[in-house]
């Protein structure tokens, strides 16, 4: 995957990888990357939010303030996306249909309403970044997962976007919560939702996705067996398929 196109938004420009009208969207202390192996084939557009990749700095406060973003992010490209969003990603895209942000569809993957973090993750980012980092990728695959290239190639990518973004990310999804909206009936998805995530996800366990397909009426959840954080990567094709059935779906 290469540099991919430059497009500005406000005062910052962004690097979007890919063309199409599917919008990746990735999560916490990674960047465009991640999403090679469904560019190559589903096909669609990765975007390195701000502060992330190869695309501007930006002063961000919330994931809504990324929501934000993102609303202008697809007005400027004219857009009407299937948007594919991962953990924090999830979390943005949640908000961004808060906003009313423009979508034929979404898939939700490995999210959830709310996105806590164990206050010893931060504790060990202060204590030794790159050893955390480890640990942390080591959790986010399941117990039988044995893709020493592919968690080296995942520990490399957040350790190269800095113990402050990973740190920041994770302080920003630490206080993302939408459990209190979604129980008081105030979001509404106009568009179908996908809920994907692995059953053996120890970062965002399944119960979140089952709370998100029991507030969301018009989403279906698939669950992704022997699958941890990152279907995407640990099982391709199991997650490209449900990408092309979904999109299938939508042109019915």
Same mark, same amino acid.
């Given at each position: 995957? /290469?540099? $991919?196109?430059?497009? @500005? *938004?406000? =005062?910052?420009?962004?690097?979007?990888? #890919?063309?199409?009208? &599917?919008?990746?969207?990735? /999560?916490? $202390?990674?960047?465009? @990357? *991640?999403? =090679?192996?469904?560019?190559?084939?589903? #096909?669609?557009?990765? &975007?390195?939010?701000?502060?992330?990749?190869?695309?501007?700095?930006?002063?961000?406060?919330?994931?809504?303030?990324?929501?934000?973003?993102?609303?202008?992010?697809?007005?400027?490209?004219?857009?009407?996306?299937?948007?594919?969003?991962?953990?924090?990603?999830?979390?943005?895209?949640?908000?961004?249909?808060?906003?009313?942000?423009?979508?034929?569809?979404?898939?939700?993957?490995?999210?959830?309403?709310?996105?806590?973090?164990?206050?010893?993750?931060?504790?060990?980012?202060?204590?030794?970044?790159?050893?955390?980092?480890?640990?942390?990728?080591?959790?986010?695959?399941?117990?039988?997962?044995?893709?020493?290239?592919?968690?080296?190639?995942?520990?490399?990518?957040?350790?190269?976007?800095?113990?402050?973004?990973?740190?920041?990310?994770?302080?920003?999804?630490?206080?993302?919560?939408?459990?209190?909206?979604?129980?008081?009936?105030?979001?509404?998805?106009?568009?179908?939702?996908?809920?994907?995530?692995?059953?053996?996800?120890?970062?965002?366990?399944?119960?979140?996705?089952?709370?998100?397909?029991?507030?969301?009426?018009?989403?279906?959840?698939?669950?992704?067996?022997?699958?941890?954080?990152?279907?995407?990567?640990?099982?391709?094709?199991?997650?490209?398929?449900?990408?092309?059935?979904?999109?299938?779906?939508?042109?019915?």
């Amino acid at each position: 995957m /290469g540099d $991919g196109r430059r497009i @500005r *938004i406000g =005062e910052i420009e962004v690097n979007a990888a #890919g063309d199409g009208d &599917v919008l990746f969207i990735h /999560g916490a $202390g990674m960047n465009s @990357r *991640i999403w =090679e192996r469904q560019l190559s084939s589903v #096909g669609g557009i990765a &975007v390195d939010l701000p502060n992330h990749g190869k695309s501007g700095k930006m002063n961000v406060r919330s994931l809504r303030e990324y929501a934000e973003f993102l609303v202008e992010f697809v007005e400027i490209v004219n857009l009407n996306p299937i948007i594919v969003a991962h953990s924090m990603g999830g979390a943005i895209a949640q908000e961004y249909m808060v906003l009313g942000g423009s979508a034929r569809g979404a898939v939700l993957v490995s999210t959830g309403p709310s996105l806590k973090v164990n206050p010893r993750v931060f504790e060990g980012i202060e204590r030794n970044f790159e050893e955390t980092v480890g640990r942390f990728v080591r959790w986010m695959f399941s117990r039988g997962f044995d893709g020493k290239k592919i968690t080296e190639n995942i520990k490399r990518m957040i350790i190269e976007e800095g113990k402050e973004t990973f740190r920041r990310d994770l302080l920003l999804c630490d206080s993302f919560d939408l459990q209190e909206k979604y129980r008081k009936n105030e979001i509404r998805f106009e568009c179908p939702v996908m809920i994907v995530c692995g059953n053996e996800d120890a970062v965002t366990p399944p119960h979140l996705s089952e709370f998100l397909k029991g507030y969301i009426s018009n989403s279906k959840l698939a669950f992704i067996h022997g699958c941890g954080h990152l279907p995407m990567v640990e099982k391709t094709e199991e997650f490209n398929k449900i990408l092309r059935e979904f999109q299938d779906e939508l042109r019915d």
